[in-house]
């Protein structure tokens, strides 16, 4: 890749006012395809999730999944849109070989939400208001892997193989009218409206939205002007970026080389680009000009979706609690403060503090947990919280322990450490491992007798009124006892022996 | 002639000589197998015959009575499926050289529905490539022969299907019919014909034309026939999402009714003038005249905008057909051609094309390629449309005052193979008549008039309102005896014999 000027960022946004648009396609979690009834699944063989229909052959008609469209619809609601009474499928025509009858069943200037906008909130605890112009159902194409090249593309393949298990899984294409005045934070501000669409689509419970998988995908518009009164810049959008980092990175990328090309009196070159983790960069793909056409036209294989005001109405009624406000329940409901719940939210643990909390555990101790010891963990390990293989039920039967005044703070570090390594859970752990505090008196009256018997000088200063020298006395027991021994009761034990008062 | 040859029966005196014990269904399969194997050398009706699986259906329906089961009552009667027609494991061209050799997969509904009655398939019928065509010369495996004179086009797309019935290779066949290609084939063949409402039948496993126009139904030689097979293979299908919930009379009593006293029957008069030949009219006046005999009411009406939907199909229809047909691109099945030089995936998807597809195909990729494109699409595509909702008020409007509607189903009777394969317009205009009823979605069907210019068939056309398939046999049945008493007896029995016809 030749070398690109590029403007330091921050610079770049002295000069230039950035205008961010993204569309956002969120794969379905419906048990069949959009138009289909293959199966909508993930990862199976290549080409065994298909049908006649998936595969368009000759002859075969789609129908609409209904479940789909009310998934739809319901994400058209959580992001305050109208809901078309009536609205049709249209075809997008093109030719390539993951597309089975080489046009796209999408929805063209039909579609079943529009008119929305949805609040996104940023790190710093900011909301920005995004507008919504349209969400539109449409199929996923099928997947070519390019074989014989050295890098995957499709630059130097001997042949090429296509998965068409993908081909027909419902998609919904949420697009968002342009994004003025986000200037500094307009990396930060795509990634939140990203990270809120991909809590609300888990709410809702339409998509596993993981982004790791492609279930979320992203397509980044940036463009640039000299001032938020001067029209709109030229616009790039680049492809398929999936990940809240790599959206950051996009953002900040494109900015930079748009506002070098600027300063040199050039111009941008409208064009879809692509994203490349390894470098943080963007590559031109190809040109969007308006010579691209669709051919689109109304699908005469389908009748128009005509949803009746009572569904809409059901379904808005039974939409769950959206994210925000849970957030913003939650905090009054757990009494952490504003940094707290911050910290919260970017460690991505508040799903696992609800679920703990709901399994037994105080809200302050879940927080501890999910965001000191276990963040560490998933820091080190280089993973989400949620793949730790640790679950919430473990993490409240470990405070448990705690405050049953089974084991200590310092015991239950070590029993998540053998929950991490897949020892089974805390009690059983405990138990297996013979790691409950020792609260027996007659085991610790023979250890706090040797211990006695073996340091005469500092029972000497404890009856001498230095209560504090006892430390030394307990220090031996503990360490006898492996650091099972209940440090409360021993200094009991030591002072009623020696008929000292605390 | 003999009275008593089982293959000149109706299917429905088919069906009844096999409940009756009088022959069974492997005789009555292996008489048309023999009657194919006689005369489709000449006529190349059939594109495939499936001997085998129609005798093993045949057998199954024989064991099957014999046992006392209780059977469809067209079951063990053949039928010829056209070849637009999905067949799980029996070869699907449409005619075409793009799909040779390909074995489907999976069956069409209606194919279903054959087979669950238990109606021996015999084979696939000839037809224009795509449907495309009203002669059936744009087969890719050769044209169809018209069984009066074999010199002469036997109509299309559906040529096959109507000469197999026509020629008694097959006592029932199934056709589409998307700007006429079940009615015409009819008329110039001398059998019958229809196209039933859109979504009366489903589409699915129909090889996509025109999605918006395409419909299957029946081809028979008598109108009672028609109307059974109708019943047969009609019916909502969740599998095609433009399929009509029931809400249709029953066709088989209309068929039989054979009355029409107080019926009124609209001549549509955009459809009678010049362009029609003089013995068509003449025969389509005499039909009326027999109608206005029994009793019904003959009234002029007129439909202005049907001038219009010619031009209007031959935009919506190609521009239906570019998007449906551009699946077949070698990538999935059917032909590949995988040029020498750079042999990427596009440049396969264009050889294939290039090679896979005959000219008039091309050229109706190409027209609505064009019309859907950007800056034309309003002009073209979006003009057409509303031309077809004008056609549909003039039928709305027309049938507030009559039941049906009638005009000859197509202007001449059959034309020389080869007269106008070099002008296409010429070839479009066969459809004139048909067509309205394709951009409404209303039914029709074709039944001969009687024979006219060179002593060759004509035929009436009669159309209803949408889910109104019922007064289109019962209209058809009442002509279809009162013109067989003028003629005594049907209008086939007047074609002449086929050479290296089976003993009789």
């Not at chain 1, 194409?141 to 993908?166: C, E």
């Not at chain 1, 879809?272 to 056409?293: L, P």
């Not at chain 2, 279903?112 to 019928?125: E, N």
């Amino acid at each position: 890749m030749s070398a690109v000027d590029l403007v330091d960022f921050d610079t770049a946004l002295e000069r230039y006012d950035p205008v961010l648009g993204i569309e956002v396609h969120v794969e379905l979690g419906t048990a069949t395809k959009m138009f289909d009834g293959a199966p909508n699944i993930f990862a199976a063989e290549p080409n065994t999730a298909i049908t006649p229909v998936s595969l368009g052959l000759p002859g075969t008609l789609p129908v609409v999944n209904r479940k789909a469209v009310e998934y739809a619809i319901k994400i058209g609601l959580a992001l305050n849109c109208e809901i078309a009474e009536s609205c049709r499928f249209a075809r997008k025509q093109y030719f390539y070989p993951d597309l089975t009858k080489n046009f796209q069943t999408s929805q063209y200037d039909e579609p079943i939400a529009h008119d929305g906008w949805v609040d996104v909130e940023l790190e710093d605890g900011e909301i920005v208001r995004v507008e919504i112009e349209r969400a539109h159902m449409e199929e996923d194409a099928g997947k070519n892997t390019h074989v014989g090249g050295s890098t995957g593309r499709i630059h130097g393949a001997t042949h090429s193989l296509v998965d068409y298990n993908r081909a027909g899984v419902p998609l919904v294409e949420i697009v968002t009218r342009p994004i003025p005045g986000t200037g500094k934070r307009a990396a930060g501000v795509a990634a939140a409206y990203v990270r809120t669409l991909r809590d609300i689509f888990r709410a809702l419970d339409v998509s596993e939205a993981r982004m790791e998988r492609g279930n979320v995908r992203a397509d980044i518009n940036v463009s640039l002007r000299t001032s938020p009164d001067a029209p709109l810049g030229t616009r790039t959008e680049t492809k398929n970026v999936n990940s809240f980092r790599s959206i950051e990175r996009t953002v900040r990328f494109e900015i930079s080389r748009q506002a070098a090309i600027l300063d040199q009196g050039g111009t941008v070159i409208q064009e879809t680009r692509h994203f490349h983790e390894d470098t943080g960069s963007t590559s031109s793909g190809r040109v969007k000009s308006d010579a691209e056409d669709y051919r689109y036209f109304p699908e005469p294989d389908l009748v128009p979706v005509a949803p009746s005001r009572e569904w809409v109405e059901e379904l808005r009624a039974t939409l769950p609690e959206l994210p925000a406000a849970r957030r913003r329940r939650l905090l009054g409901e757990w009494g952490f403060s504003d940094l707290e719940m911050r910290d919260v939210l970017n460690a991505g643990a508040l799903d696992l503090i609800e679920q703990t909390v709901a399994a037994g555990a105080p809200a302050q101790a879940a927080r501890k947990w999910w965001t000191g010891e276990l963040a560490r963990v998933a820091n080190e390990r280089e993973v989400e919280l949620d793949g730790l293989g640790v679950t919430p039920a473990q993490v409240a039967e470990l405070q448990g322990l705690v405050d049953g005044k089974k084991i200590n703070d310092k015991i239950a570090k070590q029993v998540l450490g053998k929950v991490l390594e897949g020892a089974g859970d805390p009690a059983a752990i405990v138990e297996k491992e013979g790691l409950a505090v020792v609260s027996d008196d007659s085991v610790l009256s023979a250890a706090v007798d040797q211990s006695i018997a073996d340091n005469p000088g500092v029972v000497e200063k404890i009856r001498g009124g230095k209560v504090q020298a006892i430390g030394a006395l307990i220090g031996p027991i503990m360490k006898a006892t492996r650091g099972q021994a209940d440090a409360g009761r021993v200094r009991e034990i030591i002072l009623e022996k020696l008929g000292v008062d605390g | 002639m003999s009275t008593t040859d089982p293959i000149r029966l109706s299917a429905i005196d088919q069906a009844r000589a096999l409940r009756e014990g009088e022959l069974c269904s492997e005789e009555l399969t292996r008489a048309h197998l023999d009657r194919i194997a006689a005369v489709d050398g000449d006529l190349n009706a059939f594109l495939h015959v499936s001997e085998a699986e129609a005798l093993a259906t045949a057998r199954e329906v024989d064991t099957a009575r014999a046992a006392g089961e209780e059977l469809h009552e067209l079951a063990g009667v053949p039928v010829a499926v056209k070849d637009v027609v999905v067949t799980q494991g029996m070869p699907t061209t449409a005619a075409s050289k793009i799909l040779e050799g390909w074995i489907p997969p999976y069956d069409a509904t209606l194919v279903q529905s054959l087979r669950a009655a238990r109606l021996p398939i015999l084979g696939k019928t000839n037809m224009d490539e795509f449907a495309m065509g009203s002669s059936t010369e744009n087969s890719a495996f050769g044209p169809t022969r018209n069984q009066w004179d074999r010199e002469r086009i036997p109509g299309g797309s559906g040529g096959g299907s109507a000469v197999a019935v026509g020629a008694y290779e097959a006592p029932l066949a199934i056709g589409t019919d998307t700007g006429g290609s079940i009615r015409q084939p009819a008329s110039v063949t001398g059998t019958v014909g229809v196209k039933p409402t859109y979504g009366s039948v489903s589409r699915y496993g129909l090889i996509a034309m025109a999605s918006s126009l395409d419909q299957a139904g029946p081809v028979t030689r008598t109108v009672q026939d028609a109307a059974a097979l109708h019943e047969l293979i009609g019916g909502h299908d969740p599998r095609d999402s433009t399929s009509l919930e029931g809400g249709f009379g029953s066709f088989t009593e209309a068929a039989r009714a054979q009355d029409v006293k107080g019926m009124r029957i609209g001549v549509i008069e955009e459809l009678e003038g010049e362009g029609f030949d003089p013995l068509v009219r003449a025969r389509f006046e005499e039909s009326l005249a027999a109608l206005e005999g029994a009793g019904a009411e003959i009234v002029r009406v007129s439909c202005p905008n049907f001038q219009y939907a010619l031009g209007a199909y031959y935009l919506i229809m190609p521009s239906e057909a570019s998007s449906n047909l551009a699946k077949f691109d070698g990538m999935r099945f059917g032909l590949r051609v995988v040029p020498e030089e750079s042999p990427t995936a596009e440049a396969v998807m264009k050889a294939t094309r290039g090679a896979g597809f005959g000219d008039e195909v091309k050229r109706r990729i190409l027209l609505g390629t064009y019309a859907l494109s950007a800056g034309y699409y309003d002009a073209y595509y979006g003009s057409a449309q509303k031309v077809r909702t004008l056609v549909q008020s003039d039928f709305a409007a027309a049938f507030e005052s009559v039941d049906v509607l009638a005009s000859p189903t197509a202007p001449t009777v059959a034309f020389r193979l080869g007269e106008k394969t070099s002008d296409p317009l010429a070839m479009y205009l066969n459809d004139v008549a048909t067509i309205p009823a394709n951009l409404a979605g209303t039914p029709g069907i074709s039944l001969p008039s009687g024979l006219a210019e060179d002593g060759l068939p004509a035929g009436i056309q009669f159309l209803a309102p949408v889910r109104a398939d019922d007064r289109l046999y019962r209209v058809g049945g009442a002509l279809e005896a009162l013109l067989e008493d003028s003629w005594g007896g049907p209008l086939l029995a007047q074609a002449p014999e086929l050479s290296g016809g089976i003993a009789r």
